[in-house]
């Protein structure tokens, strides 16, 4: 673009062109500059909130994990606890009965014995750890030490005197007391489904013991005294574990340790002491193997009970002790040679089996908590958990 000036001196041409130019790039460039500028806001807000999906997803991802990882260690500890427990009760059977050692309480005496060595040493090896011998440490863990081996003396001696097959089906009153006392003592309340799964077994038994052929008085006060401390022993650990620092090596040393000396002199004053050691088969290699070893599974089963309640509820661990009864009834059928056969026993035992099955597949579907239990309000219970 040009401009004509007309004058004496000539004309003179001004060409406006570049300054029309420069404005036109001076605001294409703030144009662009202010599209960078919305679109930088524009990307900048979209990565904020992709970032907080991200973190959310994590999140959740973390949860799930977390979550498997629970159920898997609920699992496991039943699972440990259900086969410790089935194997110390057949070995405990032939070691009593088989070989008819005359002593339940120096049996007893013996797994007490083990646990206090063999966590002795893994505490000086550092492969477990507890804290130290305190003046208070029995007024923190009581009554857990009379409970543990009232249960111990009175299990080998209901094992002793009954058949496996009864002894099972009875053992199944531990469950009802177990959720009586936790209602009473935890303020947990099971669920409908469970409560009935149990009342199922426990008419199973009532069933099984109507017509019971070998029926032994001694042999039924024995097994539900043990019933008794039992559901005790289940709900006090499940307690002490919760609000005690001693922990569950603690809890099993010290109860094996306070027990040890009251156990002596109970088989001493009785004279099963001198009654074991005059037993005649200790030369026998196959039966010291089975004693030891009855030893030794009575320090495996006390800490896989406490880390089955720990992980678990103090039901879950006395149910989880009477479904193993369900090899050990079958087997105890051949296993002693004490068991009589009725149809009616059979048909309650097998009510009692099958009302097992049912509370296991309520309790660990893989879609629900297992032991899903409703708290009381608080002003009703003893103690959370």
């Known amino acids: 673009m040009s401009v004509a000036r007309g004058g004496n001196a000539g004309s003179t041409t001004l060409d406006l062109e570049p300054l029309l130019d420069a404005s036109h790039d001076d605001s294409d460039a703030d144009n662009q500059k202010g599209g960078a500028t919305g679109g930088g806001a524009m990307l900048n807000g979209s990565s904020s909130k992709e970032s907080r999906v991200g973190s959310v997803g994590h999140r959740e991802r973390e949860r799930e994990r977390d979550e498997s990882a629970v159920f898997i260690k609920k699992i496991s500890s039943a699972l440990f606890y259900g086969l410790s427990s089935f194997m110390i009760t057949v070995i405990n059977k032939t070691v009593l009965t088989s070989y008819h050692f005359p002593s339940f309480l120096f049996l007893s005496l013996g797994q007490l014995t083990a646990s206090i060595v063999v966590l002795g040493v893994g505490k000086r090896l ?3 750890s507890f804290p130290p011998l305190q003046r208070n440490t029995f007024a923190k863990i009581f009554p857990l030490p009379l409970i543990f081996l009232g249960n111990m003396m009175f299990g080998l ?3 002793q005197s009954l058949s496996l097959p009864m002894f099972a089906a009875l053992r199944r009153f531990s469950i009802l007391m177990t959720m009586l006392l936790e209602l009473k003592i935890l303020g947990l309340r099971p669920t409908t489904a469970v409560q009935v799964s149990v009342y199922a077994m ?3 038994a009532l069933v099984a013991a109507s017509d019971d052929l070998s029926f032994n008085m001694r042999g039924y006060i024995y097994v539900m005294i043990t019933n008794a401390l039992t ?3 289940g709900v006090y650990v499940k307690k002490k ?5 001693i922990g569950k090596y603690g809890l099993m040393f010290y109860n094996s340790l306070f027990m040890f000396l009251p156990a002596l002199a109970l088989n001493f004053f009785t004279g099963d002491l001198e009654q ?5 088969e200790w030369h026998d290699p196959v039966f ?3 004693f030891l070893l009855s030893c030794v599974m009575g320090f495996i089963l006390s800490y896989s009970t406490i880390l089955c309640t720990q992980f678990n509820s103090a039901l879950t661990t006395t149910i989880v002790g009477c479904l193993k009864n369900i090899c050990v009834t079958y087997l105890g059928m051949f296993i002693g040679g004490d068991y009589v056969f009725s149809w009616l026993n059979c048909i309650g035992i097998n009510i009692s089996v099958l009302a097992s099955l049912l509370y296991t597949y309520v309790t660990f579907r893989r879609k629900r908590a297992p032991d899903k239990q409703s708290h009381l309000p608080s002003s009703n219970r003893a103690e959370n958990v």
């Not at 574990?241 to 620092?245: C, I, K, N, P, W």
């Not at 074991?276 to 005649?280: D, E, L, V």
């Open 276 to 280: 074991a050691i005059n037993f005649s």
């Open 202 to 204: 426990i008419g199973g």
């Open 288 to 290: 010291l193997t089975q």
């Open 241 to 245: 574990l919760d609000t005690s620092e």
């Open 231 to 233: 559901a005790s022993n």
């Open 126 to 128: 550092k492969l477990v």
């Open 157 to 159: 001696g209901g094992t």
